[in-house]
């Protein structure tokens, strides 16, 4: 027992001697700290921020210069988009021996904004007038979109332009205004580009021509090309006009002199849009003529054809969407249904109904007699029932069988118009031959003072005898 008591005795004294020893060491010692970088900095706002750090040391008190190197804890709560003087705390304890160092960092602005021009390469300003402000946009770090806030000025053909946020910090920019003119002359004609007028009338050539930087120029045009009035024909007038800035325009017009002996031609087109349908419609274009199309829905892939021969000012109307007689005279019902269909088709094509139509094989087809008896006579009748007017023909280009050579086919329809007042020509845009032969048909129509006009609803009509 004796022993015990003088081991325990021995125990609480070494514990104790441990625990003075362990303050004296610490105590001993001292923490010093080498801060890197400037104890107090300016930094931008919203810009990076790298800490130079700070490195501790602990020495012993009567050694100073035995340095040995700490883990220092930081506490950095630096925020750079938050404006004002901020700190950095750098800590060190040892026993109870603490040691801090603060570094202040002062987020300023001192950034401008940033103004942005925007620039149109095509953009100009014609010289003596005013600039029209082509845009800008500016932002700021810290206020957000100053665009509103930007004043800008225009001298000496530079527009300067400036803005200032909430800091004080001011941004500029400039901009040199490109002066030029790269619009020639309008050119205007009086009664448009496709003037008709009759043999043997006076003719007076109106035109204007305005430039947007000389004004009127109308007295500079140049024209080539003259109308004989006593000699019916197409003729075409150039037109040519430069600005000061060497900008060129030019421009045709077309003079129809018509005889005072021809008669009215409607070209009708049956059957169609079909492959040769594009090239009819370029000839068409080409001497102005406007014509009749009678479609049907036999081709799909060509139907776009129908609405550019609208556009172009032909008038559509319905042929017929099978064309197949046997099923299309089987019943009046049968003949509407396929009448609609094609109806359809138009409206897709036009936007448009039409109330002009025309029956397969005419009025006064026979072949309808095999499907249904006086079919023919019940459908005129409802046909008018329905306010719809039906065309037949007068002159036949023979293309539908009697002839494939567009030789004959011009034969038949020079010799059908001729001396004709009103002619209502059955052609078949559906056969390429007979699109070979209408070119010349237009150029001998027209040099002997005919004149083209698409069909209406009060047009002839050229009504055939109904034989069914
Ligand atoms: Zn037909």
């Not at 930094?43 to 490195?55: A, C, L």
């Not at 920019?173 to 030029?180: G, H, K, L, M």
């Not at 039409?354 to 006086?374: A, D, E, I, M």
Request: aromatic share 12%; glycine share 8%.
């Amino acid at each position: 027992m004796k022993k015990t008591g003088v081991l325990l005795v021995i125990i609480a004294i070494l514990i104790s001697l441990i625990g003075v020893m362990s303050t004296l060491t610490f105590n001993l010692y001292q923490i010093s700290f080498d801060m890197h970088g400037q104890e107090s900095v300016v930094r931008e706002y919203g810009g990076p921020y790298i800490d130079p750090e700070v490195t501790a040391y602990r020495s012993p008190v009567l050694m100073p210069f035995y340095k040995k190197e700490l883990y220092v804890s930081k506490f950095m709560h630096l925020d750079v988009n938050k404006m004002g003087e901020q700190e950095i705390e750098y800590h060190r304890k040892i026993g109870n021996k603490e040691e801090t160092a603060i570094r202040k960092v002062t987020v300023e602005d001192h950034k401008p904004p940033v103004i942005t021009l925007i620039t149109d390469p095509e953009y100009y300003t014609l010289p003596g007038h005013e600039y029209q402000e082509e845009g800008f946009s500016a932002f700021d770090k810290l206020d957000g979109d100053v665009t509103d806030k930007v004043i800008s000025r225009e001298e000496n053909g530079i527009v300067y332009y400036s803005v200032t946020d909430a800091h004080g910090n001011e941004a500029t920019a400039e901009r040199e205004i490109v002066y030029d003119d790269r619009k020639g002359p309008v050119i205007s004609f009086a009664n448009g580009d496709y003037v008709k007028i009759m043999a043997n009338s006076s003719y007076k050539d109106e035109y204007t021509a305005v430039d947007d930087l000389d004004g009127d120029v109308t007295d500079k045009v140049k024209v080539e090309g003259s109308v004989n009035t006593s000699s019916p024909g197409v003729y075409t007038l150039k037109y040519t006009v430069s600005d000061s800035y060497g900008n060129e325009t030019v421009r045709e017009k077309k003079v129809e002199v018509l005889s005072r002996r021809g008669g009215i031609i409607y070209l009708t087109f049956d059957d169609g849009p079909g492959a040769s349908t594009s090239r009819l419609l370029d000839i068409l274009d080409k001497y102005n003529v406007k014509a009749t199309f009678f479609v049907v829905g036999v081709y799909p892939g060509y139907f776009y054809n129908i609405k550019r021969a609208y556009e172009a000012g032909h008038t559509i109307a319905v042929h017929s969407y099978t064309h197949d007689y046997a099923r299309i005279y089987s019943s009046e019902s049968a003949y509407w249904a396929d009448f609609e269909n094609m109806q359809d088709v138009i409206v897709r094509q036009t936007g448009h109904r039409t109330n002009l139509f025309r029956f397969p094989g005419g009025s006064s087809n026979t072949v309808s007699r095999n499907y249904s008896y006086g079919i023919m006579t019940r459908l005129a009748q409802q046909a008018a029932d329905k306010g719809y007017v039906y065309f037949d023909w007068n002159v036949e280009s023979g293309d539908a069988g009697r002839t494939t050579d567009p030789a004959q086919v011009y034969r038949n329809i020079i010799n059908g118009v001729s001396g004709r007042k009103t002619s209502v020509v059955l052609c078949h845009d559906s056969k390429s031959y007979t699109v070979d032969a209408i070119e010349d048909v237009i150029i001998w129509c027209l040099n002997n003072g005919y004149s083209f006009q698409p069909l209406t609803e009060n047009s002839f009509t050229a009504h055939h005898g109904i034989n069914n």
